[in-house]
Structure formats: C-alpha cells, structure tokens
C-alpha cells in the first residue's frame, strides 16, 4: 500500500508519516497541488490523502482535474474545513471519504481500510484467507493453518500486497513501491531476500515468480 499524502503543514506531514509507516503504510509526500497532480499522473499511487487549503491551488480543484482525466484512484480528504457545505462539495467533486482536523489516527486508519478494501482483488471485509495463508489487515495478524506466524513488517507489507491483489502480477517495481518511500536506499536484490524469507514461512509455492515481471499469489 502506498499512499501519496497531499498536506503543506510540513509538521502534520511528518506525524502523518510516521505514524502511517507504523502500520506498513508507505508514504511519499509533497505539499503542492500541482506536484500533486504531476505525481498521480507519473507514479500512481493506490490511494491519496489530499489536504483542501494549499498554498497553490484549492485541493477540490485538484480532485476536479484529476477525475475529468478518469482517474479513479480513492482520494480521501482531510481538510480544517469542517461545514456541512465543504464536505458535500468535496463529495461532489469527486472526492470518496472526507475527514475533519483534527481527527484520531485510528479513525483515519480504518477510513484507509476501507478504500484499501474497495481497491483489492480479494476481500470485502479486512480477512483475507487465500489456501492455508490468513492475514487480517486491522490487526496485522497472519496466520498459516490458523497458527499465528510472526512476521517482519517488510514481510507482512509484501505479503498482504501480494495477497489484496492475488490473480494480478505484481511487478518488481509495483512492490518495492509499496515497500520503499522516494529516496529510500534499497539493494537490488532486497525484493528477491524478503521473498525468500516469506516462502519459508508461507510454503514454496504460495507465491509464484513470473519470470522477468515479478510475483503473484494464485487465488483461491
Ligand atoms: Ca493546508
């Protein structure tokens, strides 16, 4: 899951951050709408948290633009702007989840589940239970054969990528995405060390390579 947060309050920014990547979200950052706009265009990323009051352009503005492009990635926004009027024209513009600052991380948690749910192959609900693999997306639990299994936070990212999109390919560079922020160091072969070390906890086959292209998780 890689998220790209839209916000000038450079210290909300941070927080943000930090407190997403505690829970496996990867975040890339930038405080501008038009950066806003060049990224979603360029790098794609699966959901955006856009801030409304920015220093360049009015953050509906941004949505305006993007979905008359047919861009239908989820934008959930997060504005000072609390009236009744300002959440409906955010609606209306496009936008799919609207919240209020100041709000509870676990409540912008949850709201992030549910687009994460809409966007997924496999599961409405936050189990997702393909062949003897279950990983709940709430709690960040996983368990093989209904044993729990710990894994690392860079396995447990990986693996629930794999899994929200079984039945698609992931590229290489679809995962180090989700895995990885703009800049962050990474060896080459990071991808192919934390695959291994997820197959000897999930079973050889449960994730395949496609040759010259990347993985996937079959579904069941
Ligand atoms: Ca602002």
Aim: glycine share 6%.
């Amino acid at each position: 899951m890689q998220i790209l947060l839209v916000e000038d309050d450079l210290s909300l920014a941070d927080g943000l951050q930090l407190a997403l990547k505690q829970a496996g979200i990867t975040v890339n950052h930038v405080a501008k709408g038009s950066e806003a706009i060049h990224v979603v265009q360029t790098f794609p990323p699966d959901i955006v948290i856009l801030d409304l009051g920015l220093p360049d352009m009015d953050g509906l503005k941004i949505i305006e633009k993007l979905r008359k492009q047919k861009i239908t990635i989820p934008i959930l926004v997060l504005t000072a702007r609390s009236s009744i009027e300002d959440k409906v024209s955010g609606l209306d513009s496009g936008a799919d989840d609207y919240l209020a600052k100041p709000f509870d991380m676990p409540e912008l948690l949850a709201r992030i589940r549910v687009l994460e749910r809409r966007i997924s192959s496999t599961s409405m609900s936050n189990d997702i239970l393909i062949g003897p693999v279950s990983l709940n997306t709430s709690n960040m639990q996983v368990k093989i054969n209904n044993e729990p299994i710990l894994f690392s936070k860079t396995e447990y990212v990986l693996l629930k990528s794999l899994m929200q999109n079984a039945g698609r390919i992931q590229t290489r560079d679809n995962l180090e995405s989700t895995l990885y922020s703009w800049g962050e160091e990474v060896s080459s072969n990071a991808l192919e060390v934390h695959i291994h070390n997820l197959r000897k906890k999930t079973g050889s086959d449960f994730i395949k390579t496609v040759r010259g292209v990347g993985y996937t998780v079959q579904k069941t």
